[in-house]
């Protein structure tokens, strides 16, 4: 007898319209709202560049949740190229805002490298960010792309960690290793190295605690796996990825500021771009902590999450065709 609730779910993903820019253009539509439509009225209102101009910019920039200092280095940059590229009216400055932000958000061409080869990608966040759907989402698109996945369910803190990331392991139809609530993540995370080099898998998902004690606590559970991993699987690649909520805005920006200090992190994951008009945010991962954004989800499906393209992304932000 066929499964109603994989029916259900095959017939919701069924639903789901147009492309992946579509569906971003669509869940940028708070954030377009709140800065795009700010700085479309400040392009049109002046007629000369001058302080003015440059001042209320930066005043739509701040309240669009990019933050002062991450909003005043734009205007700046702004200010250098009008001079450089000799620009002359307010409504040209337009194109060349998106620009430099496409430019100053442009993910490294070899920063995917870590899904073509046999490698451990450690997914770190707080809780309630969305880490155990990103994780589910993550391991459905490796799969549909033909890898061997596996996912570690090292969250043995929080109550139902383990049954949320069961459920997306059986969506994505991916391999879950786990052990009871409250045993130690770091024994999780050698069982599921082992059964990654046993499988011959290509990629090791491994969830981890979102809240710990402390920054101490969570530090040495974070160096026990690292140890772990690099003695049973040197060979594997290391990707470190951290899971940020966009609508809680630049409180995110402080979040991942905290998690730079326990471990290097090679590039972060948005979530809930579709419910924010803080989407803002997301301009200031780049510019404020020098790690970029590598992957952004804008809806609950689990073919919701996509690469980070900073070019679709500015575009969809400025509605542009």
Sequence with gaps: MRDPDRTARENAQEEVKGSFFERLKKGLKKTRNNIVSGLENVFLDYEVIDDDFYEELTEVLVAGDLGIENAEGLIE?????????????????????????????????????FEEKPSVVLVIGVNGVGKTTSIGKLAGKYHK???????????????????????WADRA????????????PSAVIFDAVNAAKARNADILLCDTAGRLHNKKNLMEELRKMDRIITNGFPEAVRENLLVLDATTGQNAIRQ???????APLDGVILTKMDGTAKGGMAIAVKRELGIPVKYICVGEQIEDLSRFNADEFVDALFDAD
């Design 173 to 184: 139809n991916v391999t879950m290793i786990s052990q009871t609530e409250g045993s130690d």
């Design 256 to 262: 991942a500021k905290e998690f730079t200090d326990v």
């Design 77 to 113: 940059t702004l200010k250098e190229r009008v001079v450089e590229e000799n620009v002359r009216r307010p409504e040209k400055c337009k194109a060349l805002l998106m620009r430099i932000i496409k430019e100053e958000m442009a993910v490294p061409k070899d920063a995917y490298l």
């Design 145 to 167: 792309a033909g890898k061997r996945v596996i996912i570690a369910a090292a969250d043995t803190f929080r109550a139902a960690a383990i049954d949320q990331l069961k459920v």
